[in-house]
């Protein structure tokens, strides 16, 4: 069955970096359009970045770009969020997700499989 398995979420000072990776399986990954979202409890679920299917192509909230980088390993089956100058407001509980559309998916509806997801806290 398809799965998402999120990790590398934890406590990080402010203006550090953290790594969160997702591994993938039961799919055909590299088909899929893969993106990261987030969200605080209360709130809905943003947008924070997604790549395509090959890794050509990468899109991103506004407000991330220069400090939020998403790639992906497609032998490995797996996708990655790098986060740099990390700020309070990113705290959040981080969500995998992936789409076989083809067209830039940045709303949650587009998505048709999630993970659990891996809490990012930043604070001091």
């Known amino acids: 069955q398809v799965q998402l398995l999120e990790f590398g979420g934890g406590l990080v000072q402010p203006g550090g970096s953290l790594r969160v990776s997702c591994a993938a399986s039961g799919f055909t990954f590299s088909r899929y359009y893969m993106g990261w979202f987030r969200q605080v409890t209360g709130k809905e679920r943003e947008f924070v970045a997604a790549v395509s299917s090959s890794g050509g192509s990468t899109t991103y909230l506004d407000s991330l770009k220069g400090r939020f980088s998403i790639s992906r390993d497609n032998a490995k089956n797996m996708v990655y969020l790098q986060m740099n100058s990390l700020k309070p407001e990113d705290t959040a509980r981080y969500y995998c997700?992936?789409?076989?559309?083809?067209?830039?998916?940045?709303?949650?509806?587009?998505?048709?499989?999630w993970g659990q997801g891996t809490q990012v806290t930043v604070s001091s």
């Open positions: 997700a992936a789409t076989p559309l083809e067209e830039v998916p940045t709303t949650a509806g587009q998505y048709a499989y």
